[in-house]
C-alpha cells in the first residue's frame, strides 16, 4: 500500500466517522417543540465582551439553550444566530478561560434582537490542561493525553518513571531492573518517545539502551504530562510514540507569600529502599527561591525464585532556583545536580563479576514569559544546557581483591531551547503559536568496550501551530514544522577513521478534528506525518554493550523514518460515568528494528543483535472507563493493545511488543482516608518476531490503604502491597539476559508526606 493510498484509507475513514458522530449528536442535541411552538423569528445578534474592561471576546461559543442553534464569536466578538423559536429564550456563553454566562430573552417574528453580554474571566482551569499538547493551553484535545499530579504521585511512587507509568492505557516500560525501567508509549521506546524536563530535553542517553536509566528521581516531579501518538510539531520530529513531559517546581511560579514546601519519606521491603525528600520554597511579592534535594538507596530486587543480582541503586538528585514576577514577564532560573550509580544484571551466573552504571549530570535551565500589546501578545523563552558522565564499570573480586576496569563512558555537552511566540486571534484563526527550537549535543564515546563512535548532532526546527473554530461544537487544528538536521560521527580510538556525516531537512505536520456535539462528549482526531533520523548507535554499533547485556551491529545505509498515521478518541463524561475509546494506526517507511538474530558472540558470549530497517504498520486501541456509583465509592478500568509487524516479505511481527493488558481498580474514599484493591492482567504475548521468545501471561494483584492525618491532608501516609500472592511472572519487555528470572515479588511500601 503506498502512501496515497494510506492518507486516502485513513482520512475516508475519520471523515465517515465524523459524518455518522455529526448525524446522531444533530438529532439527539435538537430541541422537539409542540404545534405552536413551530414559529421561528428572524434571530439574535450582538456582542460577547469581557466584564472587567469591556474588550471584545473572540471564538468563545454561543448557543441557544436546548437546540442545536449556535455560533461562535468573530475577531471583533460579534455573533448571530438565525432563525430561533419565537417566544423565551434563554443564551448560553461558554468557553475556555471564561465563565458560563446565560442570557435570558424574548424573540417576536419579524424582529432581530441585540445583545450584549458580559462575561468573566477565569483563567486555564489547571488540572484539566494539558499543555504539552498545545503552546497556547487551549484545552481542546486533538489526541490521546492525560496528567498526574499531587496526591496520585505519591501513590504511584517508585524507583523509576517507567515504573509510576507503566499500566496506563497505552504506556508500558522497557526495564532492566528497576533504575533504567523507561516507558514505552504504544510499542515504541528509545528516542521516538521524547521525554523532557520543563518542556526542553534532558541531555542524558536513556533513549540508547535498555541500561541507560532517566536523570531524574521521580521524587523530583511535581507533575507528569503524556501525550500519545505522534507529538511531533513542539518538540523535534522524532517522536513518533509520543512526549512525556516531566515538570519540578525548580524555578518558583504562582508562588504563595512565605514559606511553603513539602516532605516525604518512603521504604519498601522488596528491595530494601529507603528514600527522602524534600523541597522549600520561599517567595514575596516579586522574588522567590527554592531549593529540593532527594535521596534513595535500595538494594537488589527479590523476586519469587531468589534475590534477582545486579540491581541495587544510589541516587541523590538536587536543585535550586530563582523566580520573579514584574509587570509584564515572569520566569527565573534553575541549577541542578543528579547522581545516580546502579547495578546491571548481566551477569548473572558469575558470582565474582558484577557491573555498574555511574551516572553524573548537572544542568542549567531558565524559563521567562514576556506579555506585551500588539498582535503578537504573549512569548516565552526556555533553555537548558547539561553536562553528562556516564561510565560503565565493571568489577571483579577475586580473593578480596577488587579490580575495576571502565568498559564504556559517555561525556555529553548539549543544549536545548525554545521561543515561541503567541498572537491574538484573527481572520479565521483563534490564538496560534509561532515557534523555534534549537537542539543539539556533543557526545564522546570511549572506554575499553566503545562499541560505537562519538556524535556531534544539531537541529534547528521553525514551527506553528494554529487552531480554526469552524463552529461551537466544531474546530480544527493545523501545524507545521520543519527542521535542519547535521549529524557527524566523531572518531575514537575504537573507531580512528569514521567520518561520515548526514544532512536532512524534515518536515513533520499535523492536521486535527475536536468534535464536541454536546457538554459530555468530545471527539477528537489527528492525522500526522513523522520523520526521524537515525541514532550513532543504529548506524554504527559494533561490539559488546554491556548496559544491554547484547552485542549491538549497526548499519551504516539505514535510511531516516518516515511515518503517516492517525489516531482518534472519543470521552464521554455524564455524572459518575466516564469513558474514553482510543484507535490509532501508524505506517512507517524504513522503520529501524532492534531485534535478536538468534546468534551469539563467540568473544562476550553475548546474544546478538542487529539494528535493520523495513517498512512497517502499527495499529491498536486503548479504553479507560470510570465509575462512581455511590459517593466516595469508584471502579476503574483500563485496557490497550497494539500489534506492530512489518509490511513487506512474511509480515513478520516486530520484537518488544507488549501484550493485551487490562486493569482494574477499586476504591473507596471516605474523606479522611482511603482503601484501594488493583488487579493487572497480562495476556501471553505470542505474536513475537524471529528468534524473540514468547512470555507467558500473568495476572497481579495490589492493596492500597491511604490516610490524611488532618481534615487539610497536609499529612498523609500511605500503605501499599504490590504483587500480594508473589507471583511468578516475566515482563515481555525485559531486557534482563537470562529469562529464569522473574520480575519483582512481593512488595510492602510505607509512604509519608507533609505539605506546608
Not at 540508547?208 to 503524556?226: F, I, K, N, Q, W
Not at 520523520?531 to 531516516?560: I, T
Amino acid at each position: 500500500m503506498n502512501i496515497l493510498r494510506r492518507v486516502r484509507y485513513i482520512v475516508s475513514l475519520l471523515l465517515t466517522l465524523y459524518l455518522l458522530l455529526f448525524s446522531f449528536s444533530a438529532q439527539a442535541g435538537s430541541r422537539t417543540y409542540s404545534a405552536d411552538e413551530t414559529e421561528t423569528c428572524t434571530g439574535v445578534s450582538g456582542r460577547v465582551v469581557a466584564e472587567h474592561d469591556g474588550e471584545p471576546v473572540p471564538f468563545i461559543n454561543v448557543i441557544i439553550e436546548e437546540t442545536a442553534l449556535g455560533t461562535v464569536t468573530d475577531q471583533e466578538g460579534r455573533f448571530e444566530i438565525k432563525n430561533i423559536p419565537c417566544g423565551e429564550n434563554r443564551l448560553v456563553v461558554k468557553g475556555m478561560e471564561h465563565k458560563t454566562t446565560y442570557l435570558e430573552f424574548e424573540a417576536d417574528p419579524g424582529e432581530l434582537v441585540e445583545l450584549t453580554v458580559e462575561v468573566e474571566y477565569t483563567g486555564v482551569e489547571l488540572d484539566e490542561v494539558v499543555f504539552t499538547s498545545s503552546p497556547t493551553a487551549s484545552g481542546f484535545r486533538y489526541q490521546s493525553d492525560m496528567s498526574i499530579m499531587g496526591e496520585d504521585l505519591i501513590r504511584r511512587s517508585e524507583i523509576s518513571f517507567g515504573e509510576v507509568l507503566d499500566g496506563e492505557p497505552g504506556v508500558a516500560m522497557r526495564s532492566m531492573g528497576s533504575a533504567p525501567a523507561r516507558p514505552v508509549i504504544r510499542g515504541m521506546d528509545g528516542d521516538r518517545v521524547l521525554v523532557l524536563e520543563n518542556g526542553e530535553r534532558m541531555g542524558d542517553v536513556s533513549e540508547s539502551a535498555a541500561g541507560h536509566s532517566l536523570a531524574m528521581d521521580p521524587l523530583s516531579t511535581s507533575r507528569m504530562e503524556v501525550v500519545k501518538g505522534p507529538a511531533s510539531l513542539l518538540y523535534g520530529s522524532s517522536a513518533l510514540g509520543g512526549v512525556i513531559n516531566i515538570f519540578t517546581r525548580d524555578i518558583p511560579e504562582d508562588w504563595d507569600r512565605g514559606a511553603t514546601g513539602a516532605v516525604s519519606l518512603q521504604g519498601a521491603t522488596m528491595n530494601n529502599m529507603g528514600s527522602g525528600f524534600g523541597r522549600y520554597t520561599y517567595g514575596n511579592e516579586k522574588l522567590a527561591t527554592s531549593g529540593r534535594v532527594a535521596y534513595r538507596s535500595s538494594g537488589n530486587i527479590t523476586t519469587p525464585e531468589g534475590v534477582l543480582p545486579g540491581t541495587h541503586t544510589d541516587h541523590l538528585d538536587a536543585a535550586m532556583g530563582f523566580g520573579l514576577e514584574r509587570d509584564n514577564v515572569t520566569g527565573g532560573i534553575s541549577f541542578s545536580a543528579n547522581m545516580q550509580t546502579y547495578g546491571l544484571p548481566e551477569e548473572l551466573d558469575d558470582p565474582y563479576e558484577d557491573i555498574e552504571n555511574r551516572q553524573q549530570r548537572y544542568g542549567f535551565q531558565g524559563r521567562f514569559g514576556f506579555e506585551r500589546e500588539g498582535f503578537f501578545d504573549k512569548a516565552q523563552l526556555r533553555f537548558h544546557g547539561t553536562y553528562l558522565s556516564q561510565k560503565e564499570v565493571e568489577i571483579e573480586t577475586i580473593d578480596d581483591v577488587i579490580d575495576e576496569d571502565i568498559e564504556l563512558s559517555h561525556d555529553k555537552y548539549s543544549f536545548s531551547t525554545t521561543f515561541t511566540m503567541q498572537h491574538k486571534p484573527r481572520g479565521i484563526f483563534d490564538r496560534g503559536a509561532f515557534g523555534i527550537n534549537l537542539h543539539g549535543h556533543n557526545l564522546e564515546i570511549g572506554g575499553e568496550e566503545a562499541f560505537t563512535p562519538g556524535e556531534e548532532r544539531i537541529n534547528a526546527g521553525l514551527f506553528t501551530f494554529q487552531e480554526i473554530p469552524v463552529t461551537h461544537w466544531f474546530r480544527l487544528q493545523t501545524g507545521l514544522r520543519m527542521d535542519v538536521n547535521h549529524v557527524s560521527a566523531l572518531p575514537n580510538h575504537v573507531f580512528p577513521d569514521v567520518t561520515k556525516t548526514r544532512n536532512a531537512v524534515n518536515f513533520t505536520g499535523s492536521v486535527g478534528m475536536n468534535f464536541r456535539p454536546s457538554e459530555n462528549i468530545e471527539i477528537g482526531s489527528q492525522f500526522a506525518r513523522s520523520h526521524r533520523n537515525p541514532l550513532v548507535e543504529e548506524l554504527f554499533a559494533d561490539g559488546p554493550h554491556l548496559c544491554s547485556g547484547v552485542y549491538e551491529l549497526g548499519n551504516p545505509d539505514l535510511k531516516d523514518e518516515i511515518g503517516h498515521g492517525a489516531d482518534m478518541f472519543i470521552n464521554w463524561k455524564n455524572g459518575a460515568f466516564t469513558f474514553e475509546l482510543t484507535g490509532y494506526v501508524n505506517y512507517f517507511d524504513n522503520y529501524i528494528i532492534f531485534e535478536p538474530t538468534g546468534e551469539t558472540d563467540t568473544g562476550s558470549q553475548l546474544p546478538v543483535f542487529e539494528y535493520i530497517d523495513e517498512d512497517a504498520r502499527f495499529f491498536g486501541s486503548e479504553f479507560s472507563m470510570k465509575v462512581i456509583p455511590v459517593e466516595g465509592l469508584m471502579l476503574d478500568v483500563g485496557m490497550d493493545y497494539v500489534n506492530a509487524r512489518r509490511t513487506t516479505g512474511d509480515r513478520e511481527y516486530l520484537p518488544f511488543i507488549p501484550p493485551f493488558r487490562i486493569n482494574s481498580e477499586i476504591e473507596y474514599d471516605y474523606g479522611r482516608g482511603w482503601l484501594a484493591a488493583r488487579v493487572r492482567h497480562a495476556a501471553t504475548q505470542d505474536r513475537v518476531a524471529p528468534k524473540e521468545d514468547v512470555t507467558e501471561g500473568y495476572t497481579l494483584l495490589g492493596l492500597q490503604a491511604g490516610y490524611r492525618i488532618n481534615e487539610r491532608g497536609n499529612h498523609s501516609i500511605v500503605l501499599r502491597v504490590d504483587n500480594v500472592m508473589d507471583t511468578k511472572y516475566r515482563d515481555h519487555l525485559s531486557r534482563v539476559e537470562d529469562r529464569h528470572y522473574a520480575m519483582p515479588g512481593r512488595d510492602l511500601r510505607l509512604m509519608y508526606r507533609w505539605v506546608f
